[in-house]
């Protein structure tokens, strides 16, 4: 019954590979978030998707991009990977905004 | 433009101990305030949060924080902390649909 799931939770790759990342949510919410934490913990947001309609972009790199095939999906492919692209990814979905933000277990994601 | 400081990135405490995390926001808008809670190798998990109403608000496991206006505060609190407790702690506004997260505070309870 886990509400918001994330896979795969760790990912190891080299440099230039290209990697997805998978999200689903199976409450109900339509709006539904990607989050990246970096080495000193700091968390900030990179997209927000509601009803499969992007609506926040953090001036991410266009290596990432994120896709929505439903509003219980939100998955993230990143090309042509890089050392800074090292950290852990969360998910997250609401049901409306400003209501609770409800996270997944995180994504560790090393490029080596 | 809307910013969380989370005053002291550590707090050491002793277990049953008093503590307070401090919080402070700047936002020219409605505030919605948030304080969450990521034990190691986790996701985030809401510990309560301020949209409208009582100042005074209470989440789970004790915690509780106070939203202060004029002070553009929202700090947590709890009475008495267990070792369980032991965990990095958010704050964070929510604008426009995305959260903004604070530094981050690092609580260490000790035995």
């Known amino acids: 019954d886990t509400a918001v799931s994330q896979t795969p939770k760790y990912l190891v790759t080299q440099m230039g590979n290209d990697k997805s990342i998978k999200c689903e949510q199976n409450?109900?919410?339509?709006?539904m978030y990607w989050y990246k934490q970096d080495s000193k913990k700091f968390l900030k947001i990179m997209f927000s998707?509601?009803?499969?309609?992007?609506?926040i972009n953090e001036t991410v790199p266009n290596r990432f991009s994120p896709k929505s095939p439903d509003k219980a999906h939100l998955n993230l492919h990143i090309n042509s990977l890089e050392l800074g692209d090292s950290a852990v990814y969360f998910c997250?979905?609401?049901?409306?905004?400003?209501?609770?933000?409800?996270f997944g277990p995180g994504t560790r994601l090393t490029v080596l | 433009a809307q910013s969380v400081t989370q005053l002291d990135s550590q707090v050491p405490v002793f277990e049953e101990a008093p503590v307070e995390l401090r919080c402070n926001y700047s936002?020219?808008?409605?505030?919605?305030l948030f304080w969450y809670v990521q034990y190691p190798n986790q996701g985030l998990q809401l510990l309560l949060k301020?949209?409208?109403?009582?100042?005074l608000v209470k989440g789970i496991n004790g915690f509780e924080a106070e939203f202060n206006k004029s002070q553009t505060s929202f700090h947590l609190r709890k009475p008495s902390v267990h070792i369980s407790d032991t965990a990095e702690y958010f704050c964070?506004?929510?604008?426009?649909?995305?959260?903004?997260f604070g530094q981050g505070t690092t609580l260490q309870v000790k035995p």
């Open positions: 997250a979905s609401s049901r409306a905004t400003p209501d609770t933000q409800y």
């Open positions: 409450l109900g919410h339509d709006t």
């Open positions: 998707y509601n009803n499969k309609e992007l609506i």
């Open positions: 936002s020219s808008v409605s505030v919605y």
């Open positions: 301020y949209l409208s109403g009582s100042t």
């Open positions: 964070a506004v929510s604008v426009a649909g995305k959260l903004i």
